[in-house]
């Protein structure tokens, strides 16, 4: 073997390993783990005055790798007050732009409803309140190939949340 294979050989792990430390430095954003998900997802969400129960089987988030989430998971409304009006529960740990809405960390409520065949109208709201805070037209992606009950993509990737086949942007803001 020649002294520049030998070279690449050594080199190319080390370039490898140089990129991902300077990502970690960077806080670049990947999906969160099961592991974390469940660490971070309440089992009961508190919703103005109740506390409804969460499906963790739906739950998805992203994490910068230094301990800041998003997350959110659909809530199970049946016979809550809530029922109709909100269907998911949003944890932000950094300061978020959807829509109209500009989200400080805290705990959020999702509510949307139809608007035609191809949108929907997604409201959001404060969690311990109820009170609207700002909406988002989520629109029919037709890049989605399988439909998720709740779906967050880090930024690097589409910095798009995903209700069933309709997709809204998201920004994390500095």
């Given at each position: 073997?020649?002294?520049?294979?030998?070279?690449?050989?050594w080199?190319?792990?080390?370039?490898?390993?140089?990129?991902?430390v300077?990502?970690y430095?960077?806080?670049?954003?990947?999906?969160?783990?099961d592991?974390?998900?469940?660490?971070?997802i309440?089992?009961?969400?508190?919703?103005?005055?109740?506390?409804?129960?969460t499906?963790?089987?739906?739950?998805?988030?992203i994490?910068?790798?230094?301990?800041?989430?998003?997350?959110?998971?659909?809530?199970?409304?049946?016979?809550?007050?809530?029922?109709?009006?909100?269907?998911?529960?949003?944890?932000?740990?950094?300061?978020?732009?959807?829509?109209?809405?500009?989200?400080?960390?805290?705990?959020?409520?999702?509510?949307?409803?139809?608007?035609?065949?191809?949108?929907?109208?997604?409201?959001?709201?404060?969690?311990?309140?109820?009170?609207?805070?700002g909406?988002?037209?989520?629109?029919?992606?037709?890049?989605?190939?399988?439909?998720?009950?709740?779906?967050?993509?880090?930024?690097?990737d589409?910095?798009?949340?995903?209700?069933?086949?309709?997709?809204?942007?998201?920004?994390?803001?500095?």
């Amino acid at each position: 073997m020649t002294d520049t294979r030998k070279r690449w050989r050594w080199l190319g792990p080390f370039w490898l390993l140089v990129a991902a430390v300077a990502a970690y430095a960077q806080g670049t954003w990947r999906p969160a783990t099961d592991g974390e998900l469940k660490a971070l997802i309440p089992a009961r969400a508190p919703v103005v005055q109740e506390r409804i129960e969460t499906e963790l089987r739906t739950a998805s988030g992203i994490t910068n790798g230094k301990g800041k989430y998003v997350a959110g998971v659909v809530l199970i409304t049946a016979g809550y007050s809530a029922e109709g009006k909100y269907s998911h529960f949003l944890i932000v740990q950094v300061p978020l732009k959807i829509g109209s809405a500009q989200l400080a960390p805290g705990e959020y409520l999702i509510g949307w409803k139809h608007n035609a065949e191809d949108s929907l109208n997604v409201s959001l709201y404060e969690a311990a309140s109820g009170k609207l805070l700002g909406s988002v037209e989520a629109t029919k992606n037709p890049t989605i190939t399988r439909v998720e009950s709740f779906r967050i993509w880090p930024p690097g990737d589409k910095s798009l949340m995903q209700i069933g086949r309709f997709t809204f942007p998201y920004q994390i803001e500095n």
